[in-house]
């Protein structure tokens, strides 16, 4: 049976490194985040191999062979948006379409579509673990659901303010006051959906997935990847792999098809691994003080330091 190593959490949390380092182990394919395919398939966008999803010989190839079986992108998108897409709405609305029975609409469609998905891929890539990066935990709630799945979720957590001032950097400058408004709302936004997306993935996720469920800090990943990977191959019963690093802290990036996410899937070669520091010196200590009172409970109970400071 192939596994799923799913990635849940926030938008910036570094799911896209930990992609692309457990894509270097004999037997894993970083697939990227799985469930976006649907929006983007057969696409402009870059895939980690650096050729537009269209002309990708997987996601390509797997799109034109689904073309051909007749499969319906635009229900499977419409399907996407209102199931998967990161808003509260979504999330109920696929509960409330779970409870309402599996198989029988629009929404096990999408299932069955995205689990042959994951069947073709873990088949041309020769692999037994699927990494998916997807993190939406409406996402990781229906891939727990398809049959034939071994879902091993990972949590990954990254510190509220370094996810939020990586989402609203682009706000940051110009504008005089109305710009920082702006600024502090895209702040504000980020920690909501941090809260939301960490709480359901602790109240629901983590008593769903019992054994299968694991907790990593973006932090630790960077600190010590050597042993986190270790870790993370022994949670999903994997041969341990010290051969992907060449040193302590330094990983050969190779090829790869991870699809979407952080440009650390462009990069080859020896990649050092290093906490990701730069939004201390970057995030005014007000933005820090209103991410970490928009946080709080969750902030403390992962032992982040709480009190703002300047890097
Ligand atoms: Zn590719």
Redesign the pocket.
């Known amino acids: 049976m192939t596994k799923i190593l799913f990635v849940v959490g926030m938008a910036r949390s570094g799911s896209t490194l930990l992609a692309a380092l457990l894509n270097r182990v004999d037997g894993f394919a970083g697939l990227g985040e799985t469930h976006v395919y649907w929006e983007l398939a057969g696409g402009e966008e870059r ?3 650096d ?1 537009s999803l269209a002309e ?4 390509g190839t797997l799109y034109r062979e689904q073309r051909e079986r007749g499969v319906d992108f635009a229900e499977l998108q419409d399907s996407f948006r209102d199931f998967v897409r990161p808003r509260p709405s979504s999330l109920l609305r696929g509960l409330r379409a779970r409870r309402g029975g599996l198989g029988t609409d629009r929404l096990g469609r999408y299932l069955e579509a995205t689990e042959s998905t994951y069947m073709w891929m873990a088949e041309r890539t020769e692999s037994t673990v699927l990494v998916d990066s997807t993190k939406l935990p409406a996402a990781a709630d229906l891939t727990a659901a398809m049959p034939s799945a071994d879902v091993h979720l990972v949590h990954l957590v990254r510190d509220p303010r370094a996810a939020a001032q990586s989402l609203a950097r682009r706000h940051q400058s110009g504008g005089g006051g109305r710009g920082s408004l702006r600024y502090l709302a895209a702040v504000a936004r980020a920690a909501l959906d941090w809260t939301l997306r960490n709480a359901y993935a602790e109240a629901k996720l983590r008593r769903h997935f019992a054994r299968r469920y694991l907790r990593l800090r973006f932090e630790d990943l960077t600190r010590e990847p050597r042993e986190t990977v270790a870790g993370l191959l022994e949670f999903v019963g994997a041969e341990p792999a010290p051969e992907i690093f060449v040193s302590e802290d330094t990983v050969e990036l190779g090829e790869n ?1 991870i699809l979407t996410g952080n440009s650390v899937r462009f990069q080859r070669g020896p990649v050092a691994v290093a906490p990701a520091e730069r939004w201390r010196a970057e995030m005014p200590l007000h933005a820090q003080a209103l991410a970490t009172l928009l946080t709080l409970p969750l902030l403390a109970f992962y032992r982040y330091p709480l009190l703002p400071r300047r890097g």
């Open positions: 895939c980690g191999c050729r990708c010989p997987l996601w098809h």
